[in-house]
Nanobody
Framework: QVQLAESGGGLVQAGGSLRLSCAVS????????MGWFRQAPGKEREFVAA????????SYADSVKGRFTISRDNVKNTMSLQMDSLKPEDTAAYFC???????????????????WGQGTQVTVSS
């Protein structure tokens, strides 16, 4: 399957912005939906946002709707998460995820994703 690598995490004050990026690599092109999940200490990994392979369809968790924007560039093999108006409760490790090849539709289910990055830490101070 594909390999994923996140970047862009860091420390930001409440109300600030960060942009996360996910680089996709592999020995062959992969057509699949992708998404972002996050996990805070002691908590389960939870859905944040997802995007179809075409980039036309997106989905967001209610907690981030209106503040986060997911996008992808299939030419550059990258996916991004623009995070605005950050809150302390957004603090978590953020993971890039990809569905198996050929599954193009958005889903919020963690178990529907086959490939995961190592995570990038986002810390929002109050």
């Amino acid at each position: 399957q594909v390999q994923l690598a996140e970047s862009g995490g860091g420390l930001v004050q409440a109300g600030g912005s960060l942009r996360l990026s996910c680089a996709v690599s592999g020995r062959r092109l992969s057509r699949c939906a992708m998404g972002w999940f996050r996990q805070a200490p002691g908590k389960e990994r939870e859905f944040v946002a997802a995007i179809s392979w075409s980039g036309i369809t997106t989905s967001y968790a209610d907690s981030v709707k209106g503040r986060f924007t997911i996008s992808r560039d299939n030419v550059k093999n990258t996916m991004s998460l623009q995070m605005d108006s950050l809150k302390p409760e957004d603090t978590a490790a953020y993971f890039c995820a990809a569905r198996p090849e050929g599954l193009l539709q958005v889903t919020t289910a963690r178990t529907a994703y086959a490939s995961w990055g190592q995570g990038t830490q986002v810390t929002v101070s109050s």
